[in-house]
């Protein structure tokens, strides 16, 4: 059984910077990719910032400049560092990874709880 657990968000003042954390825990082989994703109150959900093992990013128009996403391999975790934060960056920021069981077996897609970021305008 594969988990990710995401760190708390929070309200934070426009302008100001938060960091989300997330941590893969449980039984695999290995984490590959890890993305962060967004969804706002009666929006789809929104690609934020995505993170390959071997650390290529790929971010959102939106968040260029702003985010920072980084991993940690040996501890399973990836990372979020939002600033200049904007009242359109409100939303449920959910963590995504995808996680080989085996070693020479398929990923799966695991999804985290999500993590509320509130940004009052």
């Known amino acids: 059984q594969v988990q990710l657990v995401e760190s708390a968000g929070g309200l934070v003042q426009a302008g100001g910077s938060l960091r989300l954390s997330c941590v893969a825990s449980?039984?695999?082989?290995?984490?590959?990719?890890m993305t962060w994703y967004r969804q706002a109150p009666g929006k789809q959900r929104e690609l934020v910032a995505g993170?390959?093992?071997?650390?290529?990013?790929n971010y959102a128009d939106s968040v260029k400049g702003r985010f920072t996403i980084s991993r940690d391999n040996a501890k399973n975790t990836v990372y979020l560092q939002m600033n200049s934060l904007k009242p359109e960056d409100t939303a449920v920021y959910y963590c995504?990874?995808?996680?080989?069981?085996?070693?020479?077996?398929?990923?799966?897609?695991?999804w985290g709880q999500g993590t509320q970021v509130t940004v009052p305008s």
């Open positions: 995504n990874a995808f996680v080989s069981p085996l070693p020479m077996t398929l990923p799966r897609s695991i």
């Open positions: 449980g039984t695999f082989f290995v984490v590959n990719a």
């Open positions: 993170i390959n093992r071997d650390g290529g990013t």
